[in-house]
């Protein structure tokens, strides 16, 4: 019940805000972007695997929203629909990416070529060993998700990352309940066997672990 | 119920998306199917893994950059609204509220102190001598013992020893040689106060009626 209780208050929260927002309100769009500008960027950073790429999709996104929103007829919630927008303009972007990106130079590549790598600074939680091991395994999941086919990577980032329900998921990447069943089973069972794959690779016993 | 459906309901059950009867028909299933409890006890760890990525937090100057976009798609489009020129107005006036307000304070301070010497003014003008004795009218102190047989009026001229230098005969245009003289006469007896302005006398003009009284003896 106070789950429910809260998905109304935000409900009616995003309905002002959208009133607001139809309205040109200044403070409404910061409140936008006080809302919702991490979740889309965390979830095109992982649709697009490239951080200047996610930040100029999220712009993208916010300005479409700016845009768009007197068209906006309140068929689905603010949430969803900002997260559709997301999905099609980082789409559009994989689909340019494909196009114009083959042939770019990386700094950061040359430089992991070059065995230079990049500082990183030290995290204070924990025992270095507990944040390491926390770390690699991040790091592992974080690959064998960008691994995965895009359209189930979708799925998978919203339901287990995002937390959306299967009708928002249905709604934000406008399939039916069935389709987004079958992604969200194909992503993980994809997932699974990278995991297992690279698990087992890096430590034999780490999988088992995380089973016992 | 068999393990087919359950392993193809697992996620469905791990995400909370089964109905309260499916959901416990698996339970029931995964107590005594060992095959089916170790494929759910993987999948929920490898959910649990997932949902431990978090969001990778966006940089520091996204925000700035949105809102910069935001302005310019703003201009661009002409975009101008209540709320924006309340804003715009707000931002511009800021600057001049300390100063506005102690303007304010300061003419109300102003203004109150005014108010105590205007409010004494009045009460300054009440002690004031009233017109009537700044200026005094002259008056007859004696009047004359010769009459004037004759219904006339007479301007007199009057110096400031209440002594007369002239007279005259408004309503008598052609008045007669025996009539100024009966005025004269009369005129030549009586003796007047003269007029005071300020407290000082002053040359004055008086009017004096004659009338013709007739007394049966």
Not at chain 1, 54 to 81: H, N, P
Not at chain 2, 40 to 52: A, H, K, P, V
Not at chain 2, 129 to 142: K, R, T, W
Not at chain 2, 150 to 171: A, K
Request: hydrophobic share 40%; net charge neutral; proline share 5%.
């Amino acid at each position: 019940m106070p789950e429910l209780l809260g998905q109304n208050q935000a409900a009616d929260r995003d309905d002002g805000l959208v009133r607001r927002l139809k309205c040109g309100s200044a403070e409404a769009f910061e409140e936008l972007l006080d809302s919702y500008q991490g979740p889309i960027y965390g979830f095109v950073f992982r649709l697009l695997d490239d951080s200047s790429e996610a930040a100029d999709v999220t712009q993208e996104v916010f300005l479409k929203v700016f845009r768009k929103i007197e068209g906006f007829r309140s068929e689905c919630s603010l949430k969803t629909w900002l997260y559709r927008i997301a999905v099609h303009e980082a789409a559009n972007r994989r689909r340019w990416f494909s196009r114009h990106r083959r042939n770019e130079f990386s700094v950061d590549a040359a430089r992991e070529e070059a065995g230079l790598g990049w500082t990183q600074l030290a995290d204070q939680r924990g025992t270095p060993f507990d944040w390491l091991e926390q770390r690699e395994q991040i790091d592992i999941v974080e690959s064998c998700l960008r691994e995965i086919d895009s359209r189930l990577r979708a799925a998978v980032v919203l339901r287990d990352i995002e937390g959306h329900s299967y009708n928002e998921i249905a709604a934000t990447l406008e399939i039916s309940l069935g389709t987004v069943k079958s992604r969200i089973l194909r992503g993980r069972e994809a997932l699974k066997r990278r995991l297992e794959k690279r698990l087992r690779a890096a430590a034999p016993d780490a999988w088992s672990l995380q089973t016992e | 119920m068999n393990c087919t459906w359950v392993r193809h309901s697992i996620d469905s059950y791990i995400d909370g998306e089964l109905s309260p009867a499916s959901q416990g028909l698996l339970r029931l299933h995964l107590r005594f199917c060992s095959g089916c409890f170790e494929a759910y006890d993987r999948r929920e760890s490898m959910t649990m893994l997932t949902s431990r990525l978090g969001a990778p937090a966006p940089p520091s100057e996204l925000r700035t950059q949105i809102k910069i976009a935001l302005s310019y798609e703003a201009a661009r489009r002409g975009f101008w609204n209540w709320d924006r020129f309340r804003d715009r107005t707000r931002d511009m006036l800021r600057p001049l509220a300390v100063p506005a307000v102690g303007g304010v304070f300061s003419a109300l301070v102003l203004f109150g102190g005014l108010m105590q010497h205007l409010g004494v003014m009045p009460r300054l003008f009440a002690d004031d001598v009233p017109l009537l004795y700044v200026a005094q009218a002259p008056e007859v102190e004696l009047p004359s013992p010769y009459a004037v047989n004759h219904d006339t009026v007479v301007l007199v001229f009057i110096d400031r020893s209440g002594g007369i230098y002239d007279f005259d005969l408004p309503e008598e245009p052609h008045d007669s040689p025996e009539l100024r003289a009966q005025v004269a006469n009369s005129l030549l007896f009586a003796r007047f106060q003269p007029a005071m302005r300020f407290g000082s006398p002053v040359s004055s003009t008086m009017l004096i009626q004659f009338t013709r009284t007739t007394v049966r003896g």
